[in-house]
Antibody
Framework: QVQLQESGPGLVKPSETLSLTCTVSGVSITISHWSWYRQTPGKGLEWIGYVLYSEGTNYNPSYMSRVTISLDTSKNQFSLNLNSVTAADSAVYYC??????WGPGTLVTVSS | EIVLTQSPGTLSLSPGDRATLSCRASQTITNNYLAWYQQKPGQSPRLLIY???SRATGIPDRFSGTGSGTDFTLTISRLEPEDFAVFYC?????????FGQGTKVEIK
């Protein structure tokens, strides 16, 4: 059974970097796309980007200059870094992969 | 980017009713890579349908997806009490992948 779990700080200061990790169990992250999404009441669900072991990354142009998604095959994890955050980056962040398996989500608030 | 427009915004129905949800795309979706998700409060989205008409693992056959090109439909043949939720369509044929704004199916 494939499971995903997000982890990381729930509070990030403005202008700093939001860093989240998704731990994958039940399947190797060397197969499939692994994505990050976020959800806010105002903008709904948004795809941030994905990483694919054999091909690299693909990012939503809305985040292109600020985002990095990477794989750690030794830990079977993938990560999201979003820099220069503002209050508008406050959201529930989800990781997803293996054709539709989602983590439970983690709330990140950007505030001083 | 491809804009997905879902209608109606809210559907008020009773258990046992048939629900028909629409998702219209601003341009043709490549390979009909259109998915439908169900989301309940406080939960992550649950994949119901992928590639427009294929049910995900474990999804009951009362959920069905049809359509191609720019017009897609999710049908729930007989609503069960646990089906009431918000439903989203997502296209993953062209990056950036995008979602519709959602249709809420509520108990009448």
């Amino acid at each position: 059974q494939v499971q995903l779990q997000e982890s990381g700080p729930g509070l990030v200061k403005p202008s700093e970097t939001l860093s989240l990790t998704c731990t994958v169990s039940g399947v190797s992250i060397t197969i499939s796309h692994w994505s990050w999404y976020r959800q806010t009441p105002g903008k709904g669900l948004e795809w941030i980007g994905y990483v694919l072991y054999s091909e690299g990354t693909n990012y939503n142009p809305s985040y292109m200059s600020r985002v990095t998604i990477s794989l750690d095959t030794s830990k079977n994890q993938f990560s999201l870094n979003l820099n220069s955050v503002t209050a508008a980056d406050s959201a529930v962040y989800y990781c997803e992969g293996y054709g539709g398996v989602w983590g439970p989500g983690t709330l990140v608030t950007v505030s001083s | 980017e491809i804009v997905l427009t879902q209608s109606p915004g809210t559907l008020s129905l009773s258990p046992g009713d048939r629900a028909t949800l629409s998702c219209r795309a601003s341009q043709t979706i490549t390979n009909n890579y259109l998915a439908w998700y169900q989301q309940k409060p406080g939960q992550s989205p649950r994949l119901l349908i992928y590639a427009a008409s294929s049910r995900a693992t474990g999804i009951p056959d009362r959920f069905s997806g049809t359509g191609s090109g720019t017009d897609f439909t999710l049908t729930i043949s007989r609503l069960e009490p646990e089906d009431f939720a918000v439903f989203y369509c997502q296209q993953y044929g062209t990056t950036p992948w995008t979602f519709g704004q959602g249709t809420k199916v509520e108990i009448k």
